[in-house]
């Protein structure tokens, strides 16, 4: 994907045109734009908004990963449906009607589909008496996975994660007001790495010990 290229699909009565592409990208509201930049949008629910382009997430400069945005332009033949800004900021998808039908648009992180599923029973938020500051934030969560006959419910709170299927499950964040958990999902295909070395120690610890007791035992025995 990128600036000036056509997207075009089957199952779509319209052609997107990529007026600009930013791998990542800043928002800013309609008091904060750029008046140069205001127009690139006309149409849908973020077309107030304005998406400038910024430096990459390098993983030292406080942002774990780029956020994209674009500004598409939507095509029905010649008949131009509309110039719209995309973005992961944006949460809503945008409404486009052709040919009497309604189509949505969204521009989001890559879905990863997994053969399991985690449902979320309960979240709780406890407060230092007195203060805003978390004492602990807990996920009830329903893991479910028909592959490994598994159907069970776990407390993932901090420091003490859900482990399955080679990912490990972090409780990381809350949403607003409450109303949702956010959990950190890690692979770490070498996590087997730490405990074959203290194996590897251990068992070059007891063969150096046994060279060296060996000949004591010898010696003590004359």
Known sequence: MGTGKTITNDLLPFTIEMNEWMANSQMFGPAQSDAQRRGLADSGIASQLTAMPAPRANGVDGANVDTPSAYV???????????????????????????????????RFKRTYKPYSIELIDFKHDLFTGTQMARNFSSDVRLVDPERNVDREVLIYMNHPLRHAGETFYQASFLRGDTGTVLQVVKNPG??????????????????????????????SK
């Not at 790495?193 to 203290?198: N, R, W």
């Open 191 to 220: 996590w087997l790495i730490p405990y074959v070395s203290c194996v590897v120690v251990t068992l070059g610890m007891l063969i150096h010990f046994g060279i060296r007791m060996v000949p004591a035992l010898r010696r003590s």
């Open 73 to 107: 332009t939507l095509k029905d033949g010649d008949t131009r449906l509309g110039s719209y800004l995309i973005s992961v900021y944006v949460d809503e998808p945008q409404l486009v009607t052709v040919g009497g039908k309604e189509y949505w648009i969204a521009l």
